[in-house]
C-alpha cells in the first residue's frame, strides 16, 4: 500500500447502514419476488384448503405429510409466506426510501454544472464555429427550437463560456416510483385480504380450529368469527331450498372455523340445467336477503348467477356449486347373506344415518351421502368413436359402516338400465375414497324387478332347502355313488354361495394333487353349473313358469348373469342389496361469501402498477446541453445530449435539431485552422 492509500481516512460502515443496504437491494427484491411467484404457482396449481384425507389419497401418507409441513395446502396462509411478503413490502419501501430522493434531484435538476470533456464524450454531439455571431442570438435560436420540441432549459454564465441544459420528460423516472410503490401497495393489499388476521387469532390463543364434525348451533364460541372480526375472509355455505343460514364456514386446514354474516340468505329457488354430456349448464339461485338493521321487514329479493355474484353491504356472494339438500328417500333392503327374502323397508334423508341390521356381524350404520336425479354418462354400446351419452336415471349413494369404523361407498341406481340387450339393475362399490368403482350387474326379470334374482340367490343360502333339493332322501341306500355326488353338489353350490368361484377353486387345490388340478376344476365347475341350474329351475317353477316349454335364449342369459353376479357377492362386501323405491328431491345450492377489505388497495396497487410501466416503457428522460464558447473569431458551440431509453428515436430527434440549427443560423464560417490542429474543418453531425 502506497502512502497517498495509506493517508486516505477509512471510512467505517455501521450495521444500520449495512442492513440498510441490504433491505434495499434489488438483488434481495428480486429474490423475494421470485420466491413469492413460485409460491402463488403452487397454490395456483395445487387445490388450497381441501381436506386433508384427499390430499393423502393423492400424494400418499409420505409426501402429503412433507407437503403438510411445507403449509403448501394453504400456501396463502402459511407463516412462511405472510413472512416473505412482509419482508418483501420492507425491503421495496427501504429501496424507496432511498432512491426517491435521488429520482426527486434528478427529476428536477438541470445539471448545469456539465464539464466541456463530459459532453465531448457523449455519443450524440454537434460542433461547429459560428463567425460573426451573438451568443444572444444563437441562444434564442436554440430555445425556441427547444420549446417547440417541448424542452425546458436553464441557462448558467461563465466567464468565458455560458452553459445552456435542457431536459424533457422527467416525469418518466416516476415509472421507476410507481412500479415499487404498487409492489408495497398489492403486497398490504395481500396481507389484509390473507389470513394474517386469522393467523394473529390463533397464534394468540383467541381462536381454535374446529375439527369435529357438528351441526352450526353446536360449534363452540372459540370456533366462532362474530361479524367483523376480521376484514376479510372466504367461506361456503349449502343452503337446500327454503332454508336460511347467517352464517358460512371458513376451511382451515384439517378443519374449519363458522363465520357469522351481519344477514342472512335464504334459498326461495334453485335451477340447473344440463349439456347433453352430462355436465352441468348453467345454475342460478333466487335468494332472499333478510336484514332487520338495513332493510327491516321487507327482505331483499336476488338472482345468483355464476359470474354473477350478489355483493350486499360489502360481502359479494357468489353461485360456486350445487348439491342434494336433503332429498327425502324411500328404500327397501334385501338381504344377501340369508336364505330368506323379506326386505326391510325404511324412510331417510340425505345426510342421516340409519341402523340396519346384518345377517352377521350385527347392526351398520347405513350414512345417506348423495342424491342425484340425472346421471347422463356415456352410451356403454356406443360404436368407437361414436359420442352418446344415455341418461340412468335417479341414483343414491350411501356408505356402509360396522361397528369398527370402517366404511364401504355404495352408488345404487333407480332404475334398471340395458346393456347388450338385456337389463340390469346396477350398483358400484369401492372400499377406499376416490377409487374407481366396481360395478354389481344384477339382471332384471321379465316383471323388470329384481326379485328372481335374489329369490335365486336366496335359495342358495337355504341349507334346507339346498339339501331337500340336491340331496333327496329317496334315493337308495344301496346307491352310494349317487349319495356321494349329491354330497358334493351340496358343497359345492354351498362354497359358490359363501365364496363364488374362488372358494371352489381353493377347495380343488386343497384335495386334488397338482398334476390333476386343471382336470378336478373343469369337472367341479361342470358339476356346479348344473347343480345351480337345477336351483335355478327350482326358482322359475315357484313362479309358475313352465319349465318344460318356456325355458329358452331368454331364461339361459337371466341364468348365466345371475351366476356371475352372485359370483361377485362376496367382493360386494354389503350383507344386503339397497334398492330405493321412491324419492322427493330436495336441491341444495353452494354459495360463496367473500369479504375483501383490501380489494381496494389491491386494485389501486395494480393501477399504479399500470400506469408505472407505461411511463417506464412509452416514455423516456431526454437531457441537451449548449456549450457556447465566446472566442476572438466568434463562437464555438458543441451541443450534445443523452435519453435514458429509446436510444434510436432520440439519435433522430437530436440529427433533427442539429439539422435545423445549420439552417437557422445559416452555413457555418471555418475557423482558420493551425498546421497542428487537430480538426481540419467545422463540422455538424454525429461524433464519430
Not at 77 to 88: E, P, Q, S, V
Not at 399 to 416: F, I, T, V
Request: aromatic letters at 10%.
Amino acid at each position: 500500500m502506497n502512502d497517498n492509500t495509506a493517508s486516505k481516512p477509512v471510512t467505517r460502515r455501521t450495521l444500520a447502514w449495512v442492513l440498510l443496504e441490504l433491505l434495499g437491494s434489488m438483488n434481495l427484491a428480486i429474490t423475494l419476488l421470485v420466491v413469492v411467484a413460485v409460491a402463488s404457482v403452487i397454490g395456483t396449481v395445487l387445490q388450497q384448503n381441501q381436506p386433508y384425507p384427499d390430499y393423502v389419497l393423492k400424494f400418499g401418507p409420505f409426501w402429503f405429510e412433507v407437503f403438510r409441513r411445507l403449509g403448501l395446502y394453504d400456501v396463502y396462509g402459511a407463516g412462511w409466506f405472510i413472512g416473505i411478503l412482509a419482508f418483501l413490502i420492507l425491503s421495496t419501501s427501504v429501496c424507496i426510501y432511498r432512491q426517491a430522493p435521488l429520482l426527486w434531484r434528478d427529476m428536477t435538476r438541470f445539471r448545469t454544472g456539465v464539464q466541456l470533456r463530459s459532453l465531448h464524450g457523449f455519443h450524440q454531439q454537434a460542433e461547429w464555429h459560428l463567425a460573426g455571431c451573438e451568443p444572444e442570438k444563437v441562444r434564442a435560436e436554440l430555445t425556441g427550437l427547444l420549446a417547440a420540441r417541448g424542452y425546458r432549459w436553464r441557462l448558467r454564465t461563465g466567464d468565458d463560456h455560458q452553459v445552456l441544459a435542457a431536459m424533457k420528460g422527467r416525469y418518466s423516472r416516476l415509472g421507476y416510483l410507481f412500479t415499487h410503490v404498487a409492489v408495497v401497495v398489492i403486497g398490504i393489499g395481500g396481507l389484509l385480504d390473507g389470513n394474517l388476521w386469522l393467523k394473529l387469532k390463533e397464534w394468540r390463543g383467541e381462536l381454535r380450529i374446529e375439527t369435529r364434525d357438528l351441526p352450526a348451533g353446536r360449534i363452540p364460541p372459540e370456533s366462532r368469527l362474530a361479524p367483523g372480526a376480521v376484514p376479510a375472509f372466504r367461506g361456503n355455505v349449502m343452503l337446500p331450498e327454503g332454508s336460511a343460514a347467517n352464517f358460512v364456514f371458513l376451511r382451515m386446514r384439517d378443519g374449519f372455523l363458522l363465520q357469522e354474516l351481519p344477514f342472512a340468505i335464504e334459498l326461495k329457488d334453485f335451477q340447473v340445467a344440463y349439456y347433453d354430456t352430462g355436465q352441468p349448464k348453467s345454475f342460478i339461485s333466487q335468494v332472499l336477503i333478510h336484514d332487520q338493521e338495513q332493510l327491516g321487514e321487507q327482505p331483499l329479493e336476488a338472482t345468483i348467477r355464476v359470474n354473477h355474484p350478489l355483493v350486499y353491504r360489502g360481502y359479494a356472494i357468489y353461485q360456486s356449486d350445487f348439491g342434494d339438500g336433503g332429498s327425502r328417500l324411500e328404500l327397501r333392503a334385501w338381504p344377501l347373506n340369508s336364505g330368506h327374502l323379506e326386505p326391510s323397508e325404511a324412510r331417510g334423508a340425505v345426510g342421516e344415518t340409519l341402523r340396519v341390521g346384518g345377517s352377521t356381524g350385527g347392526a351398520m350404520a347405513l350414512e345417506l351421502d348423495d342424491f342425484r336425479l340425472f346421471n347422463l354418462m356415456p352410451e356403454p354400446d356406443a360404436q368407437p368413436g361414436e359420442r352418446k351419452f344415455r341418461n340412468f336415471g335417479p341414483s343414491v349413494g350411501f356408505k356402509l359402516r360396522d361397528a369398527a369404523g370402517s366404511a364401504r361407498e355404495y352408488l345404487n341406481y333407480m332404475a334398471p338400465v340395458q346393456l347388450e340387450g338385456r337389463w340390469f339393475y346396477i350398483s358400484g362399490m369401492r372400499d377406499r375414497p376416490g377409487a374407481p368403482f366396481i360395478y354389481l350387474h344384477i339382471p332384471a326379470d321379465p316383471a323388470n324387478s329384481p326379485q328372481r334374482f335374489l329369490r335365486f340367490n336366496a335359495r342358495l343360502r337355504d341349507s334346507a332347502g339346498l339339501r331337500a333339493l340336491l340331496e333327496p332322501p329317496a334315493v337308495a341306500v344301496e346307491d352310494e355313488f349317487r349319495r356321494d355326488l349329491n354330497r358334493v353338489r351340496l358343497n359345492l353350490v354351498e362354497l359358490f354361495a359363501r365364496g363364488g368361484f374362488t372358494a371352489v377353486t381353493e377347495q380343488a387345490k386343497a384335495v386334488v394333487p397338482p398334476e390333476r388340478l386343471k382336470e378336478a376344476t373343469t369337472l367341479y365347475m361342470n358339476i356346479l353349473r348344473d347343480a345351480l341350474a337345477e336351483v335355478f329351475v327350482a326358482v322359475l317353477r315357484e313362479e309358475g313358469v313352465n319349465v318344460e316349454q318356456a325355458i329358452g335364449e331368454r331364461e339361459d342369459a337371466f341364468f348365466n348373469d345371475a351366476v356371475g353376479a352372485i359370483a361377485a357377492l362376496p367382493a360386494y362386501g354389503s350383507p344386503f342389496y339397497l334398492q330405493m323405491t321412491g324419492f322427493q328431491q330436495v336441491e341444495a345450492s353452494g354459495l360463496q361469501v367473500t369479504r375483501s377489505s383490501g380489494s381496494t388497495v389491491v386494485y389501486g396497487g395494480f393501477l399504479l402498477l399500470v400506469i408505472g410501466v407505461f411511463i417506464m416503457f412509452y416514455t423516456s428522460q431526454r437531457r441537451l446541453w449548449a456549450w457556447l464558447a465566446i472566442e476572438p473569431t466568434g463562437i464555438r458551440m458543441l451541443l450534445a445530449g443523452t435519453g435514458n431509453r429509446r436510444q434510436a428515436e432520440f439519435a433522430r430527434e437530436f440529427n433533427e435539431l442539429a439539422a435545423a440549427l445549420a439552417r437557422r443560423l445559416g452555413p457555418p464560417e471555418p475557423e482558420p485552422v493551425a498546421p497542428d490542429a487537430v480538426h481540419s474543418s467545422t463540422r455538424i453531425g454525429k461524433r464519430q
